[in-house]
């Protein structure tokens, strides 16, 4: 998702700053259902839960693969996508230890003890694979139905998409890499860890966090006006890849015989809320034949370094952006419903030095406000605390689905679970595909708003 992360972390060879400013917005409408993929009954929908697990997560903030089971969230979630997977200048999929631009030790070499394992067992020093991998892998172990993802991409990290989308041969290029890596699993040999098929097995599809084709991202983000034609053709190199994979996997199972069906990897992708962009980059009717769905923007509407608060998730917002506008606007341009996976922030954007009075909201701020790991981005865990101190007054849109803290000073806008619950309504309601959560490590240590989506949606099947 446009994984909007800020992390203002420095830590080991993992210095990662997602931070970003969206914009938003919205329109109207319905779309026809054309296209194939993940069947669901209307009277009993198999909701997504999808959730990003961000590798620098393990360091300042110290959350681990295994904090998914003993907060009881594994349990709970359809989909893991693991942020990032870099796309290198020559357009290719790759990983190593490079300061800012790839964290192999995060991802497959750093040694968990018994007590940070998910099956608490040591690793060993001899063990093709460690780190978050192994951890992944252990969780899917005690859930069958678990699927884990690469993510590609995210608002630091799309700098060279455009490039590698660009021909037909650089295309095929990017995604056999991105296959061979991710999928085969062919890490590079790092000491005793990595080699090939090290990692096989482990991914289970591909989630496509381009920000944004042919519309400016991150500062140094490549965009060009063909990346729209070009982000098309990419999305259905994928799919074909992907397919012919499973299917060679599946005959040479069966020695060359038919009859073992192959499996199926899935494909998604982080798209925006804002009309501009999506119109920019996203031929929706095309590109949702190859996707097995998408995580929409639904939050940063607003953010921390605007001059105004002003809220970042409403599911309703009278001429502003908000959830609702940017799934009509999806289905306007020819989505189907049950592929839009509702994306949900665990934190919250922040301003301090807030004038005018009232509840705060729509007020001028002085700056940023004061947070943990970056100055206006808070995790839900700490805003919870900030709600329960009796310094900040909860307050509450009860018709538009947000809530914000507010102290007299500063102002917090977020999602609780009692938004949650009214927004898993709205998937049930308009029968949509599921929920999204940026991120994982934003939560409570029981899983608080985990819980809250997963009562509200009911438990897949």
Request: aromatic share 10%; with cysteine; glycine share 12%.
């Amino acid at each position: 998702m446009r994984r909007r992360t800020l992390s203002g972390l420095a830590i080991a060879a993992c210095a990662l700053s997602l931070a970003a400013t969206l914009t938003p917005a919205a329109n109207a409408t319905a779309g026809r259902d054309t296209d194939r993929g993940n069947n669901h009954q209307s009277s009993a929908p198999d909701y997504k839960r999808v959730g990003y697990f961000t590798q620098w997560g393990v360091y300042g903030r110290d959350f681990q693969v295994k904090d998914l089971e003993t907060s009881g969230t594994a349990a709970k979630l359809t989909h893991i996508n693991y942020s990032f997977g870099n796309v290198s200048a020559d357009g290719k999929c790759f990983t190593g230890n490079v300061p800012g631009e790839a964290d192999a030790w995060a991802d497959y070499v750093r040694p968990l003890d018994a007590a940070g394992s998910v099956d608490g067992v040591a690793d060993t020093d001899d063990q093709a694979l460690a780190g978050n991998f192994n951890q992944l892998r252990e969780l899917k172990a005690k859930h069958p139905g678990l699927k884990v993802m690469i993510s590609l991409g995210g608002w630091s990290w799309s700098t060279h998409f455009s490039d590698a989308a660009r021909t037909p041969a650089s295309r095929k290029a990017f995604v056999s890499s991105c296959i061979d890596l991710y999928i085969k699993g062919n890490l590079p040999v790092d000491g005793t860890r990595g080699g090939e098929g090290a990692a096989a097995g482990l991914f289970d599809g591909v989630d496509i966090d381009w920000e944004w084709p042919g519309s400016a991202g991150d500062t140094d983000t490549v965009y060009r006006p063909e990346d729209k034609r070009n982000f098309t053709a990419l999305v259905h190199e994928f799919r074909t890849q992907l397919d012919a994979y499973a299917k060679s996997s599946a005959a040479s199972r069966k020695g060359g015989h038919h009859g073992s069906k192959p499996k199926h990897y899935d494909l998604s992708a982080f798209v925006p809320t804002s009309p501009e962009k999506i119109d920019a980059g996203f031929d929706v009717p095309r590109i949702m034949r190859d996707f097995d769905f998408v995580n929409l923007q639904g939050y940063d509407f607003h953010v921390s370094g605007e001059k105004t608060t002003a809220q970042q998730s409403a599911l309703y917002a009278k001429g502003d952006f908000s959830v609702d506008q940017t799934v009509r606007d999806w289905l306007k341009r020819g989505a189907p419903a049950r592929k839009l996976v509702m994306g949900m922030p665990f934190y919250g954007q922040g301003w301090t030095g807030v004038t005018g009075g009232g509840d705060g909201l729509g007020q001028p701020a002085a700056a940023p406000a004061p947070a943990t790991w970056a100055a206006g981005y808070e995790d839900y865990k700490a805003l919870k605390k900030l709600a329960e101190s009796g310094t900040y007054k909860v307050h509450r849109n009860v018709r538009d689905g947000s809530a914000w803290l507010f102290d007299g000073t500063t102002l917090w806008t977020y999602d609780d679970p009692q938004v949650l619950r009214t927004k898993t309504a709205y998937i049930r309601d308009h029968r949509l595909g599921g929920a999204m959560f940026w991120s994982l490590d934003g939560d409570t240590e029981d899983g608080e708003l985990m819980t809250a989506v997963d009562r509200g949606l009911g438990r897949h099947r």
